[in-house]
């Protein structure tokens, strides 16, 4: 009898109604990301010499260049990267024969024309990669300057070229990446006026 009231006592406790934990709220805001800036036209004015001034000026227009906002739609292979440490994108996905994906696997399969939040996925509604012709990873800054002035691979004239670094809107989501993405340097109007600034001082580049 006292074996049976045992038993029933251990099936009480193991079937009894357990507390649940409170629900907490999940916080969908990011850490605060820092925007590094960029120095103005002005101060470069203080450069005498018109050539060493014009290289002064892609420099700093490079750091945006060589940024992995901008870096990971400029690879090397047919296969973009992602992250800040340009790591290959996962899952695997091709350049495809317009710069859009594979034709099986497009990248508006995932990235939609505007940040999606809820899974940190980047969006623009002209979302592609750059021409093969156009890789700027593993290039110099100087390799990437002449580059942009080879017909054969920029496929764009220099008025053609400042256009797109300062209004195009895909260029622009360097600056609007979403999540806790650090944005390229500075502003796309402060990238714009020093492409248009190193264009009027001949385009000199860096060795």
Known sequence: MIL???IILIVAILLRPLTLPKPEALSAAFAPVV????????AFNAIVDPAARSVAL???AGRVIRHPRCMNCHPRTDRPTQTDAMRPHMPAVARGPDGAGDPHLRCATCHNDANFTGRDVPG???WLLALIEQAWQGRSL???CRQLFDPARSYITRAELLEHMANDALVGWAWHPGGDRPP?????????????????TDARWPA
């Open 4 to 6: 049976f009231a045992l």
């Open 35 to 42: 925007v590094a800036p960029l120095k103005p036209v002005s």
């Open 58 to 60: 892609f420099q700093e």
């Open 124 to 126: 623009n509604p002209q």
């Open 142 to 144: 100087g390799e990437t």
């Open 184 to 200: 390229a340097p500075g502003t796309q109007a402060q990238f714009g006026a020093l492409i248009a600034a190193w264009r009027e």
